[in-house]
């Protein structure tokens, strides 16, 4: 059973478009990270949410934390050839230790 | 040098070798992880280490052995691995007591 779904799955747009990409889940979270991954490297953590509703900004990227703990989106303004990447979202569950439960990702693509 | 790293970053072998995957963290982290990242699949949580004791195996087969001498040096010991084995083997870090989790930049593995 997927916890997390992703979506879109894929995404192209061109550079200086808007775009929002989504993680939900029927599941409650205690806290909920997105990371970057690109080709043939490692994640890379962006952000940690962990209060409901929350609202972090890194640069052109915004990410909300659903008010129920169980959604977040990820918004980029304007983006970037340099924002391609495998966008993933990951929850960690009350009493579930130190395992975090990774959704598939989003693709993005941006072409110039 | 800092961060997590992971050696080889590529490795090709045998359904018959041994082979070792080696990860060490420059971060003073208590918690280790491996996980497996297959095409089209979500990130699967293998092992976790904290205070080099191992508290989560997720049914991975025993031809997957896990060794954790210290909170900073973490392998993963195969033998008589399948071909669908072959993935990129991602290993992990984090503080003690949260979920946020810094990745090395994996091992590309193909067992043939």
């Known amino acids: 059973t997927q916890l997390l779904e992703q979506s879109p799955q894929f995404l192209s747009i061109q550079e200086g478009e808007n775009l929002t990409v989504y993680c939900n889940s029927s599941?409650?979270?205690?806290?909920l990270q997105w990371y970057r991954q690109e080709p043939g490297e490692g994640p890379v953590l962006l952000v940690t949410?962990?209060?409901?509703?929350e609202v972090k900004k890194l640069k052109r990227l915004t990410f909300q934390f659903g008010d129920a703990r169980k959604d977040s989106s990820l918004h980029i303004t304007a983006a970037q050839t340099g924002d391609t990447g495998l966008y993933l979202c990951?929850?960690?569950?009350?009493?579930?230790?130190?395992?975090?439960?990774f959704g598939k990702g989003t693709s993005l693509l941006v072409t110039p | 040098e800092t961060g997590v790293t992971q050696t080889p970053r590529h490795l090709v072998m045998g359904m018959t070798n041994k082979k070792s995957l080696k990860c060490e963290q420059h971060?003073?982290?208590?918690?280790m992880y491996w996980y497996k990242q297959s095409a089209k699949k979500p990130l699967e949580l293998m092992f976790v280490?904290?205070?080099?004791?191992?508290?989560e195996n997720n049914s991975v087969p025993s031809r997957f052995s896990p060794e954790c001498p210290n909170s900073s040096h973490l392998f993963l010991h195969l033998h008589t691995l399948q071909p669908e084995d072959s993935a990129l083997y991602l290993c992990?870090?984090?503080?003690?007591?949260?979920?946020?989790?810094?990745f090395g930049p994996g091992t590309r593995l193909t067992v043939t």
């Open positions: 280490y904290n205070f080099k004791e191992q508290t």
């Open positions: 971060l003073g982290h208590n918690a």
């Open positions: 949410v962990v209060t409901g509703g």
């Open positions: 599941s409650v979270f205690s806290s």
């Open positions: 990951a929850g960690g569950l009350r009493n579930s230790g130190y395992a975090l439960n």
């Open positions: 992990a870090s984090s503080p003690g007591g949260v979920n946020e989790q810094y």
